[in-house]
């Protein structure tokens, strides 16, 4: 296995201090830096009461930006964690899987270690060589859970079925953690962020989707709504 060099490990811990006597896990998934600055990841992590159908459970409904902190982390090949840092309440997308961070500790960044991409806003061409460099995540137990970084290789789709995702495909399925990791162009250029994967028994099943450099721009220069903002609509069907 490929140690990810180019991601980060992200998580979001909850408390609600009516119910709970400490901080909670609520999700997690992977990120990146930008060459621009600021960090992104997907808003279904870290605010996922925007995503009910991600996230059906009543209970989620309660909390909100208020409830939670973020952390960024370095994880070794065998899922240590090796650094960590804590990040302001993310900025979302108004209408995309993707959002940006800022960790309170600026300098924390070089200390994690992650190398800062630059986007690729050209077209991409059908069979581009892409990979995602970014974490699994496997069940360790309550609070423990098991997140490893992991590099997948594939290639452009292209924009399907008709909706505002672009694809690709990717030579094994990408895993729960995946979301929010960069998609690279050549080892270093990166074209997207993962956005989901596409279930078993849809026609695409397999298939990751991805939102481009494009609009992660567009993200980064601010057009963007609050994170308690209306969820996206165009993300039903895919998983996390």
């Known amino acids: 296995m490929q140690r990810a060099s180019s991601s980060l490990a992200v998580s979001t811990w909850f408390r609600l201090p009516e119910y709970m006597e400490r901080l909670e896990i609520l999700s997690r998934g992977s990120a990146f830096r930008l060459a621009t600055g600021g960090v992104v990841a997907s808003a279904h992590v870290l605010a996922p009461w925007r995503f009910p159908n991600y996230f059906p459970e009543e209970w989620v409904k309660s909390v909100g930006p208020e409830h939670t902190r973020y952390f960024l982390e370095r994880r070794s090949a065998a899922g240590v964690v ?20 800022t960790p309170i500790d600026a300098a924390a960044l070089d ?87 596409v279930p078993v028994g849809h026609p695409l099943a397999g298939l990751a989707a991805f939102v481009p450099a494009a609009e992660l721009a567009d993200l980064v220069a601010a057009e963007a709504v609050p994170s308690d903002g209306p969820p996206p609509e165009s993300l039903a069907g895919l998983v996390v």
């Not at 452009?156 to 495909?169: E, I, N, T, V, W």
């Open 111 to 197: 200390v994690l270690g992650a190398p800062p991409l630059e986007l690729a806003l050209g077209a991409l061409e059908d069979g581009a060589v892409l990979t995602v460099d970014g974490h699994n995540i496997e069940d360790a137990g309550e609070d423990d859970d098991l997140v490893i970084p992991e590099v997948v290789a594939g290639a452009y789709a292209g924009r399907l079925a008709g909706g505002p995702q672009d694809f690709l495909r990717t030579d094994s399925r990408l895993e729960q953690g995946q979301c929010g990791a960069p998609v690279i162009l050549f080892g270093s250029a990166c074209v997207g962020v993962v956005e989901g994967i």
């Open 82 to 101: 090796e650094a960590c840092t804590e990040a302001s309440s993310p900025v979302c997308h108004s209408d995309r899987d993707a959002a940006v961070l």
